[in-house]
């Protein structure tokens, strides 16, 4: 397995003294979120395998090309879960793909995103050198914490080669509310029940219904069914999959899709095309052909972020940077790959 | 290379160490004092300008007592824009910054200095906004951390970290240092808790980082800033996540006759499903230190004694309980005790938190570790600690965070002996490299400051430094934001390193000795 990894430092040492940009692959599942990109392909699924897991640590070390499906395996038998429940968006998906794309499932408002349960990391970095920071408990502040700056940089700033994430137990019950519900009301409603202790671990609204998923021991997940009212779905599992996954029919439209972030509580935003929601309202998902400058517009006026998730080809995919912020960023990307060969231009243009 | 690599000349109380000798930060021709004042006095009120020496000791130390040191000026600025004119001067005379909230940092984070400037906010300490409805408080970086669960207590919302200092402590140096507290087992560290932050850079540019939505494009700047000991920006503003107050809780408390089955209970609850608020443990020396300090009615036989904190919706907590009952008892616990309200709930916990106290009560000096190790190897890094203790002479208390295997082992000395300090401080540096060796880490929660700069070399290679060099670089090319702390040299690094050899092999062997 060391093999694998010094091969990878060895092709990136090789493409950093050509100036060979390199695009990262690990299940080729998110190939679609960020900017497309032209590069050499450099497969790091091959580096896999899980180095250390021990369910009463409530850790896992494992290789990044380890696929997805292999690691909640794993993990399943021993009643425990990944916090984010990331989206696979195919069975090839890797470990090292969701912490580089740094998306977040359904369970994100309860348990926080990826970054929040990474731990540790190793990565070979953009002159192929092998590092390692964080660790694999759970308090750690020596040094800067470049763990979760890994997450979500698109493979930017480093090969990730293993990933060291907090886990979380699997709630004894889960049960998810069904009730009929305007998309207004049920912004409204869910941030209303998000000010209870109710154990609320997922809300999803898909026009017409709002989908609320109680977790934890059973009187407590029953109880809180009866005070939400409506119909239920029993062991909505596989519900809150097709949600994750996007093969509910609230995302079957051909329209570009985005990824729309906003204060939880906002109201509606008056874009045009079906809106789903998740995460209490905090994220909203738009099937539009409206134009990106209006999108941003009006996600700015309500404090938000847009992503263009799916869709052809544009040029900014995500709101584009002030100045400043984009300065510190291109310096970090210098200090991590200072001849820019990692997965150059897909997070922005400039780096 | 970067000017903050450059020795700092801290005074340490009893003794000077050459280590501090000399001073390079690089910074233009020197400013004298009055002109100083008069360049800060044109940005700043009068008042908010202190260059006298009896305003000035106040800030000579943080909650790291043996390290001491007045800054050349301290400011005091009530509004962002007078941290923003104060810092431009920084910027243009070249002088360090150092950032300091309350000053309860144990690692030193806060120490001043001596050619710099001590930028206190204590000012600053305004909650700017409640937002109910998307349950956040936007409050300025001086605002004392339990002031903001105070202030939202009116809407059924608090703000979780609680740091053992919370009285005191502010939001700023809970950002600065990621603290923890009791209950970040399950509510998690500063770093979860923070959706936004208003930073100034040295540059004097205001970046944004996060929001009142859940994540923002681009590198998670958000979470770097956490626990970066104010050597990335200078905190102008921090939106914090409120949760809604539990139902209730329940505190268990469970004796053991062996270090060893407390060890096990603590693994089993966890992998158990049980994520509890909080779960501490204290050893018997600790226990006797608190049952003669303020007598909360702890078995005074234990070896260990375990305090085990639930909560959440009512009758998940009740199932809750119950099951960790019988986990405790399963692990040998001689005695468990469940508090039957919450009267009973705050004696149980008036103990642990008083221990500090009451181990300062039986020795003059206490120096008060941080290492994190993972929980299946507690009991055995205690014996091990007790057997340092033994071998250095010094007695040790052991009251921590057993749930996330963050130790805090107190090494009682006395300063006025010849030479314990010094003794305290290499039983203290042991204690790291043990965690270190057990798959843990250096600084759970207090930070490094300019306490653990040793053994930061020991849990990093001389090329992850570097990362961390340029990694401040892309913040603060000058060094002006603390030098010196938290990162150490690689020069220093070399130094300590040719006094611990480990297994033979001399760490950074790809640095040239002097």
């Known amino acids: 397995m060391t093999d694998s990894r010094e091969i990878i430092a060895a092709r990136i040492r090789d493409a950093a003294k050509h100036k060979t940009a390199l695009q990262l ?4 599942t998110k190939a679609f979120y960020g900017r497309s990109i032209q590069a050499t392909p450099l497969c790091l699924a091959v580096h896999s395998g899980v180095v250390e897991y021990e369910p009463s640590e409530l850790y896992i070390t494992a290789r990044c090309g380890t696929p997805l499906n292999t690691i909640e395996q794993i993990i399943g038998k021993e009643n425990q879960m990944l916090p984010f429940e990331p989206p696979h968006f195919g069975p090839a998906a890797t470990l090292g793909g969701a912490v580089a794309a740094g998306l977040a499932g359904p369970r994100r408002a309860s348990s926080g995103a990826v970054r929040d349960s990474m731990l540790g990391v190793e990565i070979i970095n953009g002159k192929g050198e092998y590092l390692c920071f964080g660790g694999k408990v759970m308090k750690n502040v020596a040094g800067y914490d470049v763990s979760r700056l890994m997450s979500g940089a698109l493979g930017t700033l480093g090969a990730l080669m293993s990933v060291t994430l907090r886990l979380q137990p699997r709630p004894q019950c889960e049960h998810t509310a069904v009730v009929p519900e305007t998309h207004a009301d049920a912004i409204h409603k869910m941030n209303a029940w998000a000010r209870t202790p109710m154990p609320i671990t997922a809300t999803f609204h898909d026009g017409k219904h709002l989908y609320v998923r109680l977790s934890g ?135 | 290379m970067i000017k903050l690599l450059a020795k700092v000349p801290w005074r340490k109380t009893g003794r000077v160490s050459s280590w501090y000798a000399q001073n390079s930060v690089g910074m233009k021709m020197q400013a004298s ?59 243009d005379l070249e002088l360090p910054i150092v950032a300091r909230g309350a000053g309860t940092s144990l690692s030193g984070g806060a120490l001043p200095h001596p050619e710099g400037v001590l930028l206190n906010f204590a000012r600053l300490n305004r909650v700017l906004e409640i937002d109910p409805q998307n349950r956040t408080a936007t409050v300025e970086p001086g605002v004392r951390n339990l002031a903001i669960s105070e202030a939202t207590r009116p809407y059924g919302l608090y703000y979780a970290p609680d740091p053992s200092s919370q009285i005191a402590c502010t939001i700023g140096g809970n950002i600065a240092e990621n603290s923890g507290g009791i209950h970040c087992l399950k509510y998690g560290l ?92 204290m050893d018997h020396f600790t226990i006797q230190a608190t049952e003669q300090y303020c007598s909360p009615g702890y078995p005074k036989d234990a070896a260990a004694i375990l305090i085990c904190e639930l909560d959440g919706y009512e009758e998940e907590l009740a199932d809750q309980t119950e099951h960790a009952r019988q986990l405790l008892e399963q692990h040998q616990a001689t005695d468990v005790r469940l508090a039957s309200d919450e009267q009973e709930a705050e004696v149980l916990w008036e103990g642990r938190k008083a221990a500090f106290p009451a181990l300062g009560n039986l020795s003059p000096d206490y120096y008060c570790m941080d290492g994190t190790i993972p929980r299946k190897h507690l009991a055995e890094v205690l014996e091990e600690i007790y057997a340092l203790s033994g071998k250095f002479g010094l007695r040790v208390a052991n009251v921590f965070h057993a ?105 950074h062997a790809d640095l040239p000795r002097f």
């Open chain 1, 217 to 351: 021991s059973s009187s407590a997940v029953e109880k809180c069914l009866s005070a939400i009212g409506g119909d239920y779905i029993e062991q909505s599992e596989h519900f809150w999959t097709r949600v994750r996954e996007q093969t509910h029919e609230a995302f079957a439209s051909d329209a570009p899709l985005w990824r729309i972030q906003v204060p939880p509580s906002t109201g509606p935003l008056g874009i045009s095309g079906p809106c789903a929601m998740e995460w209490n309202g905090a994220l909203r998902w738009y099937a539009t052909h409206t134009e990106a400058s209006t999108i941003r517009e009006i996600t700015c006026q309500a404090d938000g972020q847009a992503c263009r998730f799916r869709g052809p080809v544009i040029e900014h995919v995500f709101n584009p940077l002030p100045p400043a912020l984009l300065k510190i960023h291109q310096r970090l990307k210098h200090a991590f790959d200072p001849e820019g060969i990692l997965n150059p231009g897909k997070m922005y243009p400039q780096f």
């Open chain 2, 190 to 281: 500063t770093v979860h808790n923070i959706l936004a932050l208003k930073v100034l850079t040295v540059d004097g540019e205001i970046i944004e980082l996060g929001g009142k939505h859940l994540e923002s494009p681009g590198f998670d700047l958000l979470a770097l800033m956490n626990g970066s000991e104010g050597m990335l920006g200078v905190v102008l503003q921090a939106t914090v996540k409120l949760l809604p107050q539990p139902h209730e809780r329940k505190v268990l408390l469970a004796a053991f006759s062996h270090v060893r089955d407390a060890g096990s209970a603590v693994a089993a609850i966890i992998s158990h499903g049980i994520i509890p608020a909080g779960l501490e443990m």
């Open chain 2, 33 to 91: 004092l009055s002109e100083l004042t008069k360049r800060f006095c044109q940005v700043l009120p009068e008042d908010a300008v202190l260059v006298k020496e009896e305003q000035l000791v106040p800030y000579e130390c943080d909650g790291l007592t043996a390290y001491r040191q007045v800054p050349r000026l301290a400011l005091l600025p009530a509004t962002c824009e007078q941290v923003q004119a104060a810092v431009s001067v920084c910027r």
């Open chain 2, 403 to 507: 749930g996330d295997g963050n130790l805090h082992p107190l090494i009682l000395y006395d300063a006025n002996e010849e030479g314990q300090l010094e003794k305290a401080e290499e039983f203290g540096s042991e204690i790291l490299q043990l965690c270190v060796r057990m798959g843990g880490t250096i600084t759970g929660e207090h930070g490094v400051g300019v306490e653990k700069l040793d053994q930061m070399c020991v849990q990093f290679n001389s090329k992850e430094l570097q990362t961390f060099f340029a990694i401040k670089s892309a913040f603060d090319e000058h060094g002006l934001l603390n030098p010196g702390k938290a990162i150490p040299t690689l020069h220093r690094c070399a130094e300590f390193g040719a006094m611990h050899v480990h297994k033979g092999k001399l760490p």
């Open chain 1, 25 to 28: 692959l690990g299940g080729n």
